[in-house]
């Protein structure tokens, strides 16, 4: 029984993965890794989490998802993101100022909401979830279908002449399964033509609209490791939803 409480040599993980899908609904893998390979976390040998997914849940800002398992949160992230919900609790004890959206919107607060990656590494390899303000009555829709939303998106802001080339690998409308709000996957290569010997890197992103907030999802990875990592970016931003 205590095994499994703590993970002790991956028990739980283990016991957790003969169902998977059971766990996952329950929301159980928010403590253990969980994977639907048999005999996990011991599939290839020895006790290996690499294959398996945890998950990430932000009751405040409503959204969740699963990670790798061999990744860890960004503590810089996690700490001001601690003391932004600190100093809004103490300026408005009684939550009159309305929601977080709107307090977003009228205070702002920058950068990630959540990040994630790799133990030990520089940032270029990385999962994170930005939330930003967008005008009243914006949806999706109003950028087109997702290949014509994606394109626009990426060129707007991520690519730059000269020194940044974006190119679309693909595009995708799914339902957020909790809200049944529309969601836009889609991936793209970055090239860096102007800075030399930097090697493209390569995205899995999601976006979707509630309210007056759009939050994107984007998961990226150094050429080097696209072809090993891309089903665990793909199955990471698939389980992105909005709650």
């Known amino acids: 029984?205590?095994?499994?409480?703590?993970?002790?040599?991956?028990?739980?993980?283990?016991?957790?993965?003969?169902?998977?899908?059971?766990?996952?609904?329950?929301?159980?893998?928010?403590?253990?890794?969980?994977?639907?390979?048999?005999?996990?976390?011991?599939?290839f040998g020895p006790l290996d989490y690499a294959p398996g997914f945890q998950r990430y849940v932000d009751p405040q800002q409503r959204f969740e998802f699963r990670y790798p398992a061999t990744y860890v949160q960004d503590q810089a992230v996690f700490l001001r993101n601690a003391d932004r919900a600190y100093a809004q609790r103490t300026a408005d004890p009684q939550g009159v100022m309305g929601s977080s959206g709107e307090r977003r919107r009228t205070g702002g607060g920058g950068g990630p909401d959540a990040a994630f990656g790799p133990p030990g590494q520089t940032g270029?390899?990385?999962?994170?979830?930005?939330?930003?303000?967008?005008?009243?009555?914006?949806?999706?829709?109003?950028?087109?279908?997702?290949?014509?939303?994606?394109?626009?998106?990426?060129?707007?802001?991520?690519?730059?002449?000269g020194l940044?080339?974006?190119?679309?690998?693909?595009?995708?409308?799914?339902?957020?399964?909790?809200?049944?709000?529309?969601?836009?996957?889609?991936?793209?290569?970055?090239?860096?033509?102007?800075?030399?010997?930097?090697?493209?890197?390569y995205t899995v992103c999601v976006v979707g609209v509630r309210g007056g907030e759009l939050i994107t999802f984007a998961s990226r990875v150094p050429e080097a490791v696209w072809a090993a990592k891309a089903d665990a970016l793909r199955e990471a931003a698939s389980s992105f939803e909005l709650i």
Not at 171 to 184: H, I, K, N, Q, V
């Open 124 to 161: 270029e390899e990385n999962l994170s979830v930005v939330i930003g303000a967008v005008p009243a009555g914006f949806s999706l829709q109003s950028l087109g279908p997702p290949a014509d939303a994606a394109e626009r998106l990426v060129q707007k802001q991520i690519a730059k002449p």
């Open 164 to 201: 940044r080339e974006v190119r679309l690998l693909g595009a995708s409308e799914r339902p957020s399964a909790r809200r049944g709000s529309p969601l836009y996957q889609f991936e793209y290569v970055v090239e860096y033509v102007g800075l030399e010997g930097k090697r493209p890197t």
């Open 1 to 43: 029984m205590i095994g499994p409480a703590v993970n002790l040599w991956g028990s739980g993980s283990f016991l957790l993965s003969l169902f998977p899908d059971l766990a996952r609904s329950k929301r159980l893998d928010t403590f253990y890794p969980v994977s639907s390979l048999p005999r996990y976390p011991y599939a």
